[in-house]
């Protein structure tokens, strides 16, 4: 297949670019980065007028409930990766908190079995689906307790393995599971949450928890954590990667644990950086903001965004996390915790800090692309003549508003449900084939 992209506003600061050119693609490789292709020389399969769009190299999510085996109501790896798709995403890292859970290598090959048969299906009709890279369990039955056979779900098409879900609250158990995975170099994705401190909490432990009458779930539940896992992560060299960090403070420990030398890097969600604890209080009780961990102050909320302009976060990751309507359609402490986040994150991000000069482009790329490929130890896209042409094409003025009903994801649990945008990712290109044409799914 041969496609031309005309106009692009092209970003990659891993070979220097920030220009407005134009890009064509043979049999999956970028093939010219140049001015002025000529569509007269040779015969494309599509010619995309890209003038006004921005072409990075493709965004990876690494923090997404696909909920297939077991739970497919709700979301299965077809319609996730669809979500994906329309959000942007040229890949996404599924968590192993599925039922069964996928903390052993019969799980995970059911998993890639039915990933390789919707490849299959996909690329009968040109199209390509945006990659998975499953993580498995750290522990058996995520009870926090015996470890898994780590190193064969590794060699079975692991990328990374987590307890995504619950914090591992045993710190001994915590330090085997980083000791044996800094044997391999494989990432542990640590999702810090103290439930001695958490217990039965709703939202954050503050002012409008008072206001509300719901049970508080305080800072320190989170922190805690944090702390220990970084120090363990000195101790033991591993590649650590702090989940939905959430309070100002987390950031400072993991801060201070990188410039101790400890190998950590962190993620924020689009909905910690662009909500705060008063939105459950205007919304009158909206369980599409119940989330784990809850949505914080003001004040951390801001901190969050300047930490995640200026690179001390990492990554953006969405926590995807899906849930169906009659679940979600309960009295608040009912309900379960999740909102859903791939096919809204990429335009929060542009809308609300490219828009607004906060951050950078270069760095866009980076917790986007560049960052979330080096945590699961892949190599990075890259906008580069012979590279695989991995890209997400953002048009930067499409006015759209989040609808339920539009949604390619199952569920419909959206924090940002009815908002409107000026941005959205209009083709996602995936190995040199289109997943998202023109807004539309090609799989």
């Keep these: 297949m041969k496609i031309l992209i005309k106009g692009a506003h092209l970003v ?25 292709i000529s569509e ?42 669809r979500a994906a798709a329309v959000g942007g995403f040229v890949g996404v890292c599924s968590m192993a908190n599925t039922k069964p859970i996928c903390d052993n290598s019969a799980v ?94 709703q939202i954050n432990e503050g002012v409008v928890r008072a206001k509300l009458g719901l049970a508080g779930w305080p800072a320190l539940a989170e922190e805690l954590q944090i702390a220990r896992d970084c120090e363990l992560a000195k101790l033991t060299g591993a590649k650590l990667h702090i989940q939905h960090v959430s309070t100002a403070r987390g950031v400072e420990i993991i801060k201070a644990a990188k410039k101790a030398g400890a190998n950590i890097s962190c993620e924020a969600t689009p909905h910690h950086l662009f909500l ?6 205007k919304s009158n009780y909206n369980t599409n903001l119940k989330v784990n961990p809850p949505l914080r102050t003001k004040k951390d909320m801001l901190a969050l965004q300047k ?71 892949i190599e990075p896209a890259t906008i580069n003549e012979g590279m695989p042409a991995n890209l997400t094409i953002i048009d930067l003025n499409h006015k759209w508003t989040a609808c339920a009903k539009e949604f390619a994801s199952k569920s419909k649990n959206s924090a940002f449900l009815n908002k409107e945008f000026i941005s959205r990712p209009r083709y996602t290109i995936v190995d040199g084939a289109f997943a998202l044409y023109d807004f539309k799914v090609c799989f």
């Design 276 to 281: 705060c604890e008063e939105e459950v209080e």
């Design 108 to 201: 995970l090959a059911s998993m890639i079995l039915k990933y390789t048969k919707l490849c299959d299906k996909a690329n009968s009709n040109n199209a390509q689906l945006p990659k998975l890279f499953p993580s498995c369990a750290c522990t058996i039955g995520l009870e926090g307790k015996q470890i898994t056979e780590m190193q064969d779900m590794f060699e079975s098409g692991a990328f990374a393995f987590t307890d995504d879900g619950r914090g591992i609250q045993d710190s001994a158990t915590m330090r085997t599971v980083l000791e044996y995975a800094s044997t391999f170099g494989y990432s542990v994705l640590s999702h810090c949450q103290d439930e001695a401190l958490s217990a039965c909490g």
């Design 307 to 377: 930490a995640f302009c200026a690179g001390y976060i990492d990554t953006l990751s969405t926590d995807h996390a899906p849930h169906a309507s009659h679940e979600k359609d309960m009295e608040f402490e009912l309900a379960p915790f999740g909102t859903i986040g791939l096919e809204t994150a990429l335009s929060l991000i542009v809308d609300n800090l490219i828009f607004k000069d906060k951050l950078k482009l270069s760095r866009f790329v980076e917790l986007c692309s560049i960052n979330p490929a080096k945590v699961l130890g």
């Design 40 to 81: 007269k020389n040779e015969k494309f399969d599509y010619v995309v007028d890209a003038k006004g769009m921005l072409a990075i190299p493709g965004a990876i999510d690494l923090h997404v409930h696909f909920r297939d085996p077991g739970l497919e109501y709700k979301e299965d790896i077809e319609s996730g990766l």
């Design 12 to 36: 990659d600061p891993q070979v220097n670019l920030d220009e407005i050119l134009d890009l064509s693609i043979c049999d999956g490789l970028i093939n010219s980065v140049s001015k002025n």
